[in-house]
């Protein structure tokens, strides 16, 4: 079983609110990633991190952010939370030597 | 053209059935496949990783065609347990992992 945790489990927020989804993992992956669901929907990379301090945007189009200051922490941060963020908020990270990914169970967000 | 494709489902089947998903696959620099299994409304679980020669953990069976650049993935003797979204999953050995859109199998008592 994977040891990759995410919170909050689920968040319902109002419009223009900052909010920080975190994502904490104790195997010592250097890779980490956040995705986004839609009901149905593939999943889109957002942020991928190679390690301490390396930071990318994924292929999806997202006004998040995200830092990477300790190998098993890996927050993303929305600085202004509106109704098209809504969506299921996915982390998940793998071992540099190895090509699975592990997820976390997610932030199921919702913003009104 | 999505870079993975997959038919969306749902295959309903009874228990006890063989059931057989196919995903397709545009890049043929790919070089990881996956399947992954998700039920609803939780994250992915790794199901099992598919090499160039088969591989197979218990009832599930998957299999690799560079070739025509496809994988597959068989179940055997479906279980109620086994209804779920099966996703594809293809890395080209960089950062990128591409999903498919799953495939939707309920299995029928």
């Known amino acids: 079983e994977a040891d990759i945790y995410q919170t909050p489990r689920y968040l319902v927020i109002g419009t223009g609110k900052k909010i920080t989804l975190e994502c904490s993992q104790t195997?010592?992956?250097?890779?980490m990633y956040w995705y986004q669901q839609d009901p149905g929907m593939e999943l889109h990379l957002i942020h991928y991190s190679y390690g301490v301090n390396s930071t990318e945007k994924g292929d999806l189009s997202s006004e998040s952010t995200v830092s990477r200051i300790r190998t098993e922490h890996f927050p993303l941060t929305l600085e202004s939370a509106r109704p098209s963020h809504t969506s299921q908020y996915l982390c998940a990270s793998r071992s540099g030597g190895e090509t699975e990914q592990f997820f976390g169970p997610g932030t199921r967000l919702t913003v009104l | 053209r999505k870079e993975v494709e997959q038919d969306p489902g749902p295959f309903n089947v009874p228990e006890g059935a063989t059931v057989a998903f196919n995903c397709t696959y545009s890049n043929s620099a790919s070089q990881s496949f996956f399947w992954y299994r998700q039920d609803c409304r939780k994250e992915p679980k790794l199901l099992m990783s598919?090499?160039?020669s088969g591989n197979e953990d218990g009832r599930f069976t998957a299999q690799l065609n560079r070739a025509s650049q496809y994988i597959s993935l068989l179940i055997r003797d479906s279980k109620l347990s086994d209804s779920a979204t099966y996703l594809c999953v293809v890395n080209d050995g960089t950062y990128k992992y591409i999903f498919g859109t799953g495939t939707r199998l309920k299995v029928l008592a």
């Open positions: 598919v090499y160039s």
């Open positions: 195997m010592g992956h250097d890779k």
